[in-house]
Every structure is written in structure tokens, then in C-alpha cells.
């Protein structure tokens, strides 16, 4: 099967497989790991026990997302002197230290804190149990604080200098390397879409939940906060991903110019163009849906602003359009659909039906997978966007990759995809386990050490329970019925 | 050997020490991995994994930590050794990957248990072999042309690299096994002392192996091994090592604590220094030196400004979590 292609391609959809499996798992746990802070923190302040309750449930999902990230994020960091060994020895000197902070001031903050988080409650108290919450939390964001660094600097490349032996050197000022020009611009999109995936599978758990029973008082907590996230933050990502788009209007036109499918220069008022399918030999998108002059109002705020098109780049120097314009819309589209859930929850609010509306639960429980599908979307148009360069305008992909052998990428591919499909198809799969539980009073956390006969027979129905108090449930009642 | 403190050196002693972290740390978890077919399915083999289920993600950060310090640091050496070495590496990440999600999966799945028992030994026996074989074959010597490895995917392949993936997993099997010897009792505790004793006869033999295979490897290892002025620095590594070692054999035979832990970790470290005698100042033996692989200044005193700010709080929260977690692991584990 692969004999037809190269090192190069398959070092390249190594590396694409990887990195999107990898990125699914932080853009949970990111999320995740504040949600878990809010409950903790919501707890401490009120003392209510359902913050409690809802922070062991998903503290119990955090464990599987966050290890499955971990040991995904192991390859990453390997995987750039494996198999682009040229682009390391480049570029080394400008992102190395980037990466290192990220080792230094996120990875050891999340894996030591991540022990008492998961198994220090009783051992620590409350108060410091909170703080290495809140630590796991703040080291998600610094970790991408400073990967996100590391790729926009890839994307928008300053403050170098070529050195002799053609490696890139930090120039003067480290601000202008890690403070890149589309930097802040990607922190805030990406950080944000963490933020909305998880607010929508939270979500989504809640929905499923208050469909099978809306008398569960924790599925509607849940419920609610994740619908107030929507409503909130979907609105602020749209505008902060247009200033991102702008952003990449400046600094890398034609990524734009693939997204919107301009293969033409439109002197005045370039269209947007809805759907179509882009045509790249004939250059052209064939069968347009285009609202005339909108692409130049969205993009330069004037309807007939002229907006230059593919055919003012040299062809070797032209990303692929179809992936870049396709990933493009998926993921705005979804972009909007959240923005439309957000919406009607306010309005099911509003009309006091947000737990009595089965059309609104079920469309959150479709929508529960949507964040994940929208950032990997959105990776695929910024990282296709950019080819073919690795470096934008300095290094190419195909002048990076390591001097290996076809069949060694070939075995090694065909290894990831094997492992990951099994070990995270596994995970996956534990982790909906753990989701179709319903939430409740007496939940306990991450433990460790069923010794006893009781809890190795598997699942067993719980007794019955009093949904509208779960107050009144037994403390232990899930110890007897867990089955681990 | 003429060692001069710049920068350079520095970084070369930093990444050694993160190396030599990841070693002996995530060695225990490792270890308790390779030795876990011979625990009693239950609560032996749910307390051995308990003794590391807080702190194993802290032990293996060490390791992103010695590979993204060594793409920052000396990034050509980076870009050299892990393509020489690709079906290594390539092993290590997936043996990583089963041993990692093994923690989590077990609990979570009692009817297939066994199946992620089998994927936390494999996992870590596969990580064991393949770093002792890099490290071979980074010692060995590897091909550079043009800032680009040189050689052929299977070079790295040879009965020396074999025998220093068995030191290695060795080596990882005695510090599991006196690990436990500190966190368990009773029965469980006599039964990671009498493993203990059999992984340190099988690391101090295999050391040996590798030392005097080192001798025979490459005239400029022997001579810095055997002649003067040379020998007079090099010569306490072999002898403390022995005394170390003698030690470390009494201790397994009445200590119920952590002392075998302790010697364990003294063993290692003075075969890392040994390692560093063999080495200096090559990077990548026998062609680039760490001059030759390093960073440019500015990139080394970013760094080393970070390091010099989070490291003594890396290790405050690490000690702490450690703290957290002391003593015994009790039957009912962690609530």
C-alpha cells in the first residue's frame, strides 16, 4: 500500500495523524481543568455538595483525557527531531527555548499537582486540594501559551537572524520571537475553542441526561453552566476569530485567499463565496453560491475594497485550496451552530423551559462532539493554509524532513495508527462509559485499590433513589455499585 | 580532559541532570512495570501500582524535559540522534503510550484487566530496552555528514546496544524492586526484596559487561579509562561503584526501608558519571562535541534564566507531592 509513496508524504500524514490525535485531548482537558476549578472553587465558597459531586464526576473523566494527552504529547515533542530533523537543527535555536519553557513552567505544574488533584483530597485538606486544582488549571493554559508561541512563530516569523551555517538565530529581543505578530491572535482563538469543546460536551453529558430523566438536579446544574458558557463565549469566539482572520489577511495573504476560494483578483469588491467546489486546475470554484461584494466588507470593512486572489502568487507557492477552503467552512459553520444553541438556551431561559425542552437537550447531545470536529477543522485550514512552507516564506515542508527511509516511516505510521486507534478507541470509549453514568449526590472521586470481593464483579443497577433530593442518597452508594 | 565552565558546559551538565532524573524516577515506575507478571493478581499488584499512580506523570516529564532541552540546548544533536535511532525511538513513544494509559484503563476496566497488566509490563519493558539500546548506540558512535545523520535505519542494531538495553532494563528492575521494598510490608515486602537482590546481581553484572565492552569500543574510551593523567580522575568512578554496590547487596538482606532504594540511586549515578567520563565532551561520539551541537548564547541564557527561576520550584512541588504520598501504601490505597 505504500509503495507509491515517499518519505516526505508519509512523514507528513505521520505527523498530521499524530498532532490531531494528540490535539483532541488538550483541547478537553484545557477546558476541563478549569470547569473542575470552578466546581471546586463554587464548592469551597458555597458549601453546597453539588459542586462536590459534579467536580468528582468529571474529575473521573479529566484522569483518562488528561493521560491519554500526556503520553500523545510525549510523541510530539520527539517527533520534531524524528522525522524533521532538518526543520530541529534550523529552527532549534529560536523554538527549542520556547518549548523548553513550556517543559519548565507547564509540564512539571500539571504532572505535579496532577497526583494531589487526583488522590490528595483526604490527604492535603480542602484549601491546598483547591490550589493544586487551580495549579493543574494554570498549567494547561501556560502549556499552551507557549506551544501556540512555537507554531505562531512558524506561521509569522521575526526577530531572527540567519547565521552562518544557515541555522535561524534569535535576534536581540526574545518579546518580539514569543510575542510573534499572530500570536495573540491564535492564544485567544485557540484557548477560547478549549474552552467552548468542553463547555459543549459538559453539555451535551447534561442533555443526555436530562433527557433521560429532567428531574436530575446535577445534570441541569451541569446543564445550565455549559448553556451559559455557549451563550457567552460562542458570540466572543466569532469576533475573536474574525480578528484572527484579519490577522492572517495581513501576514499571510494566501491562506486567506485559499479560505475564501479567490482563485481571481478582484479589483472591485471581491464576493464571498458560500459554497462551491474549488476547481484548482481550471481555477475557478465551479458551482459558486456567492453574495456579491461581502468578502471585501468582512475583510477590509468596504464593499468595494479591492482584494487580490491566487493569480498574484507564483504556483509553487500556493497552498491547497480545496482542504483549506472545506476545513474552513466546516469549522465556521459550526462556529455558528453553537452560537445558535447558545441562543436558543437564553431563550429557553427566558421562557423558564430550559430543562423541559427535549428539542433543546437533543440538540445539545448532537452538538456534544462539535467542538472537537470545529478545532481540528480549524487546525487543518491554519496548517494546510501555510503550506508549502513549514516556516512561512523561509523553510519548505519538503526541504525539513528527516533523512530516513520510506519503509522505516511507512512501519512506524502504520504502528501509530494501529496503537492509537486501539489505546484511544479504548479510552474513548471508558471515557463515554463514565458519561452515560448519571451524575449524583455521593459521587466519589478517582480511587484506587478495590481490594475487596465486592467491586470486581462489574456493574450492577444501583438501589433505588430520590432524584428530586439527592441529598438523601447513601454517601457510599456508588462504592457498592461501581464495579471497579 | 580540559573542562572549561562556559555556558556550553552548563547546559551539557543540566541536560545531564534531567536525564539523569528521568532515569532514576521514571526507572522505579518503569521497573515496578517489567516485574509486575511476578505479583499476585489483587491487591499486591493494585499496591505496587498504587506506590506510583500519584507521581509516575511528574517522573516522566523528565524525559520531554532531556529531549526538549536537548532540542533547545543542542539542537544538531537532536536533529542527529533521533533519526540514527528512529525504530528506538519510535518504540519508546508506543511502550510509553500503553504503560502510561495502563494507569488509568485498569480501574476502569475490570474485565479486561489483565489485558492492560500485560499492556503496563510490555509498555515498560519495550521503553526499558529501547532507551538502554539508544544510549548504546549513541555511545557506539554514530555517522554524521553535513549537520544530517549519515547512516543506514538499522545501524543502530548490535550486540552491544543489546547488552546496554538489558542493563538498562535491569538496572529499572532493581530500583522498582527496592522502591517497593520501601513503600510495601509484609509479604508483598519480602517479595520485592528477593527481586531486588536478583535485578542488582543482574545490573552489576551487566554493568561490568558494558564497562569493559566500552574499553574494547573505541581506542579513545580505553584511553581515558586506562592511562594517565586520565585514570586518576576516572579511577574512583570503578571503585566507589564497587563499594556502592557491596553495600547496596547487605542492605537488601536486612534493611526493611528505604535504604536499598537510596544505594540503588547512588548506583545509577555513578554509572551516569562513568558515563560522563566515557563521553566528554562529545554529544554525539565520535564527531560532534557539545561546542559543536550547542545553541548560540542568547538562546542558552534564555533558557538558563528559566531554569535558574522554576527549577528549585520544580523540585519544592515535586519533593512536596513525594511528601504527600510517604510511607507505606496501605491495603485500601487512596481515597
Known amino acids: 500500500m505504500f509503495e507509491q509513496l515517499d518519505a516526505l508524504l508519509l512523514a507528513r500524514i505521520q505527523f498530521a495523524f499524530t498532532v490531531s490525535f494528540h490535539f483532541i485531548f488538550p483541547a478537553f482537558s484545557i477546558g476541563l481543568a478549569s470547569y473542575l476549578a470552578v466546581l471546586e472553587g463554587l464548592w469551597l465558597k458555597t458549601g453546597k455538595a453539588i459542586y462536590l459531586d459534579l467536580f468528582k464526576y468529571w474529575l473521573k473523566i479529566f484522569a483518562i483525557a488528561f493521560a491519554m494527552g500526556v503520553v500523545s504529547g510525549i510523541v510530539m515533542s520527539y517527533q520534531f527531531g524524528t522525522n524533521w530533523s532538518v526543520f530541529s537543527d534550523i ?26 488533584m487526583l488522590f490528595g483530597m483526604n490527604k492535603v485538606g480542602k484549601k491546598l486540594h483547591f490550589a493544586a486544582t487551580l495549579m493543574v488549571a494554570v498549567g494547561t493554559f501556560i502549556s499552551a501559551f507557549w506551544i501556540l508561541s512555537v507554531n505562531s512563530w512558524m506561521q509569522t516569523p521575526v526577530g531572527y537572524e540567519i547565521g552562518a551555517n544557515g541555522q535561524y538565530l534569535p535576534g536581540e529581543s526574545w518579546w518580539d520571537i514569543v ?34 430523566d429532567r428531574t436530575n438536579l446535577h445534570a441541569r446544574k451541569m446543564f445550565s453552566m455549559a448553556m451559559w458558557m455557549a451563550a457567552i463565549v460562542a ?15 495581513e501576514h499571510q495573504p494566501q491562506k486567506v485567499m485559499a479560505m475564501e476560494g479567490h482563485f481571481e483578483s478582484h479589483p472591485d469588491g471581491a464576493p464571498l463565496i458560500l459554497f462551491g467546489i474549488p476547481n484548482s486546475e481550471e481555477k475557478r470554484v465551479d458551482y459558486a453560491i456567492e453574495i456579491p461584494k461581502a468578502s471585501s466588507l468582512i475583510l477590509k470593512h468596504d464593499l468595494d475594497a479591492p482584494l487580490a486572489g491566487l493569480d498574484t502568487i507564483p504556483d509553487d507557492e500556493e497552498p491547497p485550496v480545496g482542504i483549506v477552503f472545506w476545513s474552513f467552512r466546516i469549522m465556521v459553520g459550526i462556529g455558528f451552530a453553537m452560537l445558535g ?3 436558543w438556551s437564553l431563550f429557553a431561559r427566558f421562557r423558564k423551559r430550559l430543562y423541559e425542552w427535549p428539542m433543546l437537550h437533543r440538540a445539545a447531545l448532537v452538538m456534544a462532539p462539535s467542538g472537537f470536529v470545529a478545532v481540528i477543522a480549524g487546525w487543518i485550514t491554519t496548517e494546510v493554509g501555510r503550506q508549502p512552507y513549514v516556516i512561512y516564506n523561509l523553510l519548505r515542508t519538503a526541504d525539513a524532513a528527516s533523512p530516513l527511509d520510506a519503509p522505516a516511516v ?9 496503537v492509537y486507534f486501539a489505546v484511544f478507541g479504548a479510552g474513548v470509549w471508558y ?10 449526590a455521593g459521587e466519589h472521586g478517582v480511587k484506587r ?36 | 580532559m580540559d573542562v572549561n565552565v562556559d555556558l556550553t558546559t552548563i547546559w551539557a551538565f543540566i541536560i545531564a541532570f534531567a536525564v539523569f532524573a528521568y532515569v532514576v524516577m521514571d526507572g522505579f515506575d518503569l521497573g515496578i512495570g517489567i516485574l509486575f507478571p511476578t505479583f499476585e493478581v489483587g491487591p499486591e499488584r493494585d499496591r505496587a501500582m498504587n506506590s506510583i499512580a500519584p507521581v509516575w506523570d511528574g517522573n516522566e516529564t523528565w524525559l520531554v524535559l532531556g529531549g ?49 497488566d500485560a499492556a503496563f509490563t510490555g509498555g515498560s519493558l519495550v521503553a526499558a530496552m529501547a532507551q538502554g539500546m539508544t544510549l548504546g548506540a549513541l555511545l557506539q558512535g554514530i555517522e554524521v555528514v553535513d549537520r544530517s545523520y549519515a547512516g543506514s535505519w538499522f545501524d543502530w542494531l548490535t550486540p552491544y546496544t543489546l547488552l546496554t538495553g538489558l542493563g538498562t532494563v535491569a538496572g529499572y528492575a532493581l530500583l522498582g524492586a527496592t522502591w517497593l521494598v520501601w513503600k510495601l510490608d509484609g509479604e508483598s515486602q519480602h517479595h520485592a526484596r528477593k527481586l531486588g537482590k536478583r535485578a542488582a546481581w543482574a545490573t552489576l553484572v551487566l554493568m561490568g559487561g558494558v564497562s569493559l565492552y566500552n574499553v574494547f569500543l573505541n581506542a579513545e574510551y580505553a584511553e581515558r579509562w586506562l592511562t594517565a593523567p586520565e585514570i586518576y580522575f576516572a579511577a574512583p568512578v570503578p571503585i566507589l561503584t564497587a563499594v556502592i554496590a557491596v553495600m547496596l547487596l547487605r542492605a537488601l538482606s536486612v534493611d526493611r526501608h528505604s535504604k536499598p532504594f537510596w544505594l540503588s540511586l547512588a548506583l545509577f549515578f555513578f554509572g551516569m558519571a562513568g558515563l560522563g567520563v566515557t563521553m566528554w565532551p562529545y554529544v554525539v561520539p565520535p564527531g560532534l562535541t557539545i561546542w559543536d551541537a550547542a545553541a548560540p548564547e542568547r538562546s542558552q541564557i534564555f533558557m538558563l534564566v528559566g531554569v535558574a527561576i522554576t527549577m528549585p520550584l520544580i523540585i519544592a512541588y515535586t519533593a512536596w507531592a513525594y511528601w504527600v504520598f510517604r510511607g507505606k501504601v496501605a491495603d485500601e490505597g487512596y481515597h
Do not use: C
Not at chain 1, 471515557?431 to 449524583?440: A, F, G, Q, R, V
Not at chain 1, 470481593?453 to 455499585?481: F, K, M, V, W, Y
Not at chain 2, 528506538?88 to 480501574?107: H, K, P
Open chain 1, 341 to 343: 444553541i447558545g441562543a
Open chain 1, 449 to 484: 485499590g478495590d481490594t475487596g470481593p465486592i467491586r470486581t464483579a462489574g456493574i450492577t443497577p444501583g438501589p433505588s433513589q430520590n432524584p428530586d433530593d439527592p441529598d438523601t442518597l447513601p454517601r457510599d452508594h456508588e462504592e457498592a455499585t461501581d464495579g471497579r
Open chain 1, 91 to 116: 529552527a532549534g535555536p529560536v523554538i527549542g527555548p520556547l518549548m523548553a519553557y513550556e517543559v519548565l513552567t507547564a509540564f512539571f505544574l500539571e504532572a505535579g499537582f496532577l497526583g494531589v
Open chain 1, 431 to 440: 471515557i463515554l462509559h463514565l458519561m452515560h453514568k448519571p451524575p449524583h
Open chain 1, 235 to 249: 458570540p466572543i469566539q466569532i469576533f475573536a476569530g474574525d480578528m484572527h482572520g484579519l490577522n492572517t489577511l
Open chain 1, 410 to 418: 511507512a512501519a512506524s505510521l502504520l504502528a501509530f495508527v494501529v
Open chain 2, 68 to 116: 526538549g532541552g536537548l532540542f533547545a540546548a543542542f539542537p544538531l544533536a537532536y536533529a542527529v540522534i533521533l533519526p540514527a535511532t528512529y525504530p528506538l525511538i519510535i518504540a519508546m513513544l508506543l511502550g510509553l503510550v500503553f504503560r502510561g494509559v495502563a494507569f488509568e484503563y485498569r480501574w476502569r476496566d475490570p474485565g479486561h484487566r489483565r489485558y492492560w
Open chain 1, 179 to 212: 510575542f510573534n505578530p499572530s500570536f495573540p491572535y491564535r492564544l485567544v482563538h485557540t484557548v477560547i475553542a478549549a474552552y467552548l469543546t468542553t463547555a459543549f460536551v459538559v453539555g451535551g453529558v447534561g442533555a443526555w441526561h436530562l433527557l433521560k
